[in-house]
T-cell receptor
Framework: NAGVTQTPKFRVLKTGQSMTLLCAQD?????MYWYRQDPGMGLRLIHYSVGEGTTAKGEVPDGYNVSRLKKQNFLLGLESAAPSQTSVYFC?????????????????FGPGTRLTVL | QQQVKQSPQSLIVQKGGISIINCAYENTAFDYFPWYQQFPGKGPALLIA?????SEKKEGRFTISFNKSAKQFSLHIMDSQPGDSATYFC????????????FGRGTQLTVWP
């Protein structure tokens, strides 16, 4: 049981280049999230998905696109990278469903992708 | 507009001391308040969480105190250890099944031996 994995771990891009970050989870979770973490800013939600084939915008969606073609995968795309997108990106997943104990709210995070845009 | 405000930004505590991190919120619809712990180079991991029907929850050396009327909650780390040195995030979410978490900006805790 690997939990939440992210690919790649590090990446350096030039301004204007594109790339896709892959998130995979093996917990059969319905909900998946993409966050970015910047110093002093906490974790900010970029996009999220409440199930296969669905996506929705979070707090800071501009410049990013996402797709959830398979339940276990959530892809984050940067079409034309900008220096402002230099950040650490975290993917998370959550079981969801009907309320049970507080654990049903728990989000499980991946190890992160450190992206630098020059 | 920041949904959850966290303080302090950084905290230095001596080994054996008590670490206290505070958070405040405005949205009264929030009904789940977790704390996440993050070590350098790792993703955040759930540490402890509370719902507003209780005023306190304790797990080992970690305690959440919740004040519903003041819309504040705090994390207390008793007998702080160097291994507790990490960044701590408070968060909040509503009863919606979307489970979207609103995070505070984080507190970097350093525990000196």
């Amino acid at each position: 049981n690997a939990g939440v994995t992210q690919t790649p771990k590090f990446r350096v891009l030039k301004t204007g280049q594109s790339m896709t970050l892959l998130c995979a989870q093996d917990m059969n979770h319905e909900y998946m999230y993409w966050y970015r973490q910047d110093p002093g800013m906490g974790l900010r939600l970029i996009h999220y998905s409440v199930g296969e084939g669905t996506t929705a915008k979070g707090e800071v969606p501009d410049g990013y696109n996402v797709s959830r073609l398979k339940k276990q995968n959530f892809l984050l795309g940067l079409e034309s990278a900008a220096p402002s997108q230099t950040s650490v990106y975290f993917c998370a997943s959550r079981g969801g469903g009907l309320a049970g104990g507080s654990s049903y709210n728990e989000q499980f995070f991946g190890p992160g992708t450190r992206l630098t845009v020059l | 507009q920041q949904q959850v405000k966290q303080s302090p930004q950084s905290l230095i505590v001596q080994k054996g001391g008590i670490s206290i991190i505070n958070c405040a919120y405005e949205n009264t619809a929030f009904d789940y308040f977790p704390w996440y712990q993050q070590f350098p180079g790792k993703g955040p991991a759930l540490l402890i969480a509370i719902r507003p029907d209780v005023s306190e929850k304790k797990e080992g050396r970690f305690t959440i105190s919740f004040n519903k009327s003041a819309k504040q909650f705090s994390l207390h780390i008793m007998d702080s250890q160097p291994g507790d040195s990490a960044t701590y995030f408070c968060a909040a979410s509503t009863g919606s099944t979307l489970g979207r978490l609103y995070f505070g900006r984080g507190t970097q805790l350093t525990v000196w031996p």
